[in-house]
């Protein structure tokens, strides 16, 4: 394992100002690139069609009034930066961008830049914190000395623009595959499909609840992936693929697509949730139908950019179904996650004389 040193820096760490935004967008930008003096969270997505697109970093000014950034200031010069968006409704908190500067020092940039994000989240109540990154620079090692576990990889696929996309589907062909929106009445439903498509360990850790499903056809960012950041840049949606034997209810599902058309410079977004033993290629093709059909009615959606979707490893045979349709693997993802609560183990009782 890689240890970090903790003692070469002499700068400080501190709320970022509006007059900072110009040293911070070239900051970003030198950090995305193949510079061995700086480090972020890895893995910049360049390409001729992906243009400055990242995985991990989008537009500095894109900020909401929930976001938070922090830089790092040394010897009157920006020489790091951490940002994080926090969803209130969940008391969560995702890094989303973790930059720094320096042969020797980038390191200990990035780690003092984490315990301060740390530091304030324990101050506002912050339940979990959330990172995506690249298992390259140092990533893994720093974050998991800052209290960081693993829990997941993810694969990162990408649908070039120059495959043309497939037409929309009709309604009679979406009723015959079973395929309709989803609604907050599907919360029970999609809460057991992504039970039974999700190991135990990994379902306790991200501890989604009822609620996070009801707002399923909204900017949601369940179910959760490293790419979810870009979902406040699209259109979401949601679609649902009832079970065969479902009933008139539809409380038995055997898919769930979400679905973001992209409004600014980047790729659209499709993430794939099923059971294991289901063919996807229905829903794969269904939401790119709805893709192809947004960006050709829409002047402000564009599909010069492409689709990318995240894959957990446990979801094949998903991966394979959005290969044959066209998608090709560009990344691997760790995700890791720091909780800040306690878990009690609920008490019960107990007949008298057990031991």
Known sequence: ????????????????RLTDLAALGELSRLCQSDDPATRSLGLPVNGPRIGVFSLFRLPLVAFRPNDLLYVYEQ?????????VERDPSRDEWTIVE???????????????????LLREGAKRGAARFHVA??????????????????????????RSPDVALPTV????????????????IDAV???RLYTAATPAPVARLEALRLPDWERQGTHSRVPRSSLAPILRFADVESFVQVAPDGGKDGTILDGLIQIGVAKEDQPHYLKVIARAEVDVSALV????????????????HRHEHGVIAPVRTYEAPIDRRLEEAGFVSIASVTLLMKETLVRVAEPALVPAGVR
């Not at 973790?98 to 301060?116: F, H, P, S, T, W």
């Open 285 to 300: 093709g269904y939401g790119l139908g709805i893709i192809g059909a947004r960006t050709s009615k829409d002047a402000d």
């Open 75 to 83: 010897q009157g010069r920006l020489a790091g930066l951490v940002r």
């Open 133 to 158: 990154c690249a298992d390259a620079d140092g990533n893994i090692e720093l974050l998991m000395q800052a209290g960081f576990i693993r829990y997941g990889e993810e694969r990162v696929l990408f």
């Open 1 to 16: 394992m890689t240890i970090i040193r903790r003692a070469r820096s002499q700068g400080k760490v501190r709320a970022a």
């Open 169 to 184: 589907w009709s309604d009679d062909g979406a009723a015959a595959a079973r395929i309709r929106p989803a609604q907050s």
């Open 189 to 191: 439903a999609l809460h």
């Open 98 to 116: 973790l930059d720094g500067v320096g042969v020797a020092d980038a390191g200990d940039i990035r780690y003092r830049l984490v315990q301060q």
